[in-house]
Every structure is written in C-alpha cells, then in structure tokens.
C-alpha cells in the first residue's frame, strides 16, 4: 500500500523560507516520478514541480528559481524547498506519486498521478 505523508508547512513572513517533506511508503522514491501540487481557497488544484524517475526535475515556470525539488534517499523522503515566499504562495501543498513512468509533458496534469498525500498548509503572511 502506498503512503504518502506530508509535513513542514506553517506560517512564514513574505521572503521567509519553508522545506516540506513528503515521507512515502509502498515506493522507492529514487526510482518513482512524483509530483508538488498546490490549491489555494476557491481555486483549483494547480502543478508545482515533479521529479521524473530518470531524475529530471520540472517546475511551473512562474516558480522557477524559488523553488527546487529533491529526495533524500535514505529516508525515501521527498522535498520542496521554497524560498522567497510570496502570500500568492500560500495554499495547501500536496506530494503523489505518478502511475508507471510518464512522459515529461504529462507531470504536470493531476490525472497522472494515482497516489496522494493529505496535504500540508502552507502560509505567507506579514
């Protein structure tokens, strides 16, 4: 069975920095594509970035340079680091795991992946 867990969302000022963490279960992170989303009140669901298995990386290009994904492999953990935050970044952050091996252009579509976490909340606020 696959879990996905994630943790580290709060409360930051604008700038402030934040390292969610995506502990997962029933996968091998190094080996499995898996993905950010995020969804603000009132708003759909929306990509963030994604780690394909070969070890491609892919961001929305809004939060490129703000934002990196990584995975501690010890842990199977994946993380998303967000720095320079801003309050339009403010939602709850969801990690999942893709279904078998998809192609780059579909990572960033929720139909692609089959597991997700119960999301953690993320806050930018003064």
């Known amino acids: 069975q696959v879990q996905l867990v994630e943790s580290g969302g709060g409360s930051v000022q604008p700038g402030g920095s934040l390292r969610l963490s995506c502990a997962t279960s029933?996968?091998?992170?190094?080996?499995?594509?898996m993905g950010w989303f995020r969804q603000a009140p009132g708003k759909e669901r929306e990509f963030v970035a994604a780690?394909?298995?070969?070890?491609?990386?892919y961001y929305e290009d809004s939060l490129k340079g703000r934002f990196t994904v990584s995975r501690d492999d010890g842990k199977n953990t994946l993380h998303l680091q967000m720095n320079s935050l801003r309050p339009e970044d403010t939602a709850v952050y969801y990690c999942?795991?893709?279904?078998?091996?998809?192609?780059?252009?579909?990572?960033?579509?929720?139909?692609?992946?089959?597991?997700w976490g119960q999301g953690t909340q993320v806050t930018v606020s003064s």
């Open positions: 999942a795991v893709a279904a078998g091996s998809p192609i780059s252009s579909s990572l960033r579509y929720a139909r692609t992946y089959e597991y």
């Open positions: 029933g996968r091998t992170v190094r080996t499995t594509s």
């Open positions: 780690r394909r298995s070969n070890g491609a990386t």
